[in-house]
């Protein structure tokens, strides 16, 4: 079935630090690809996706390309803020299926 | 302001007093779902509905109940809940048609089961 591989952290830097959160994947067939952003007591949103093979969703500065060839999708972003501290959840959906896989998620502190 | 609302955000009940969880959405989604947070497994779906009357399982749905009489409401029930489902619960909607489309989150409901 699919799965979505994600450390879960927590990972710890000073603002201004560029950030990287490793995603690979597993799916049948070609998946749409999501991260997800949960600030500390709400519920998840929509960071950014990626539909195809190639394709870089971006958002607030975060940026992930779609890489078919190595099934990832990882988050980066060149400076981060105290204000992105949140957990991270990466997640796939294999176009006809009615489910969404979500990796673990990533706690992110992000210290001034 | 197109939202999904949960109620109650927290409760702390006691082994096999039956209790529901209430999920409302005023964006006219087909598509709702419920969810639960654990630590180191992330989120897992629990049951989900297609549209008014139609649902299925999910990963998880020992234990749960639900129902999808309206459109905008899709209530979780825990018929004789145990604290192995302790945890935090999320409620989620989306357009139906492509799966592809991200879902909108409810802030969620910690229930603690003693």
């Known amino acids: 079935g699919d799965s979505v591989t994600q450390m879960e952290g927590p990972v710890t830097l000073s603002e201004e630090a560029f950030l990287t959160i490793n995603c690979t994947y597993t799916a049948t067939g070609y998946p749409s690809l999501f991260w997800y952003v949960q600030y500390p007591g709400e519920g998840l949103q929509l960071l950014l996706k990626?539909?195809?093979?190639?394709d870089k969703g971006s958002n607030k500065g975060f940026e992930a390309t779609y890489r078919k060839e190595t099934t990832s999708f990882h988050l980066e972003k060149g400076s981060v803020q105290v204000s992105d501290s949140a957990v991270y959840f990466c997640?796939?959906?294999?176009?006809?299926?009615?489910?969404?896989?979500f990796g673990i998620g990533t706690k992110l502190q992000v210290i001034p | 302001e197109a939202q999904v609302t949960q109620n109650p955000r927290y409760l702390i009940t006691v082994t096999g007093k039956k209790l529901t969880v209430t999920c409302s959405q005023n964006?006219?989604?087909?598509?709702m779902s419920w969810y639960r947070q654990d630590p180191g497994l992330g989120l897992r779906q629990i049951y989900y509905?297609?549209?008014?009357?139609?649902?299925d399982k999910g990963d998880v749905p020992e234990g749960y109940k639900v129902s999808r009489k309206e459109k905008r409401n899709f209530p979780l029930i825990l018929e004789s809940p145990s604290p192995n489902q302790t945890s935090l619960y999320f409620c989620?909607?989306?357009?139906?048609?492509?799966?592809?489309?991200?879902?909108?989150f409810g802030d969620g409901t910690r229930l603690s089961i003693l």
């Open positions: 964006m006219n989604h087909e598509y």
């Open positions: 990626a539909t195809k093979a190639d």
């Open positions: 509905s297609m549209n008014v009357e139609v649902t």
């Open positions: 997640a796939l959906n294999s176009g006809g299926y009615q489910k969404v896989t």
């Open positions: 989620a909607s989306r357009t139906s048609g492509s799966a592809l489309q991200p879902q909108h």
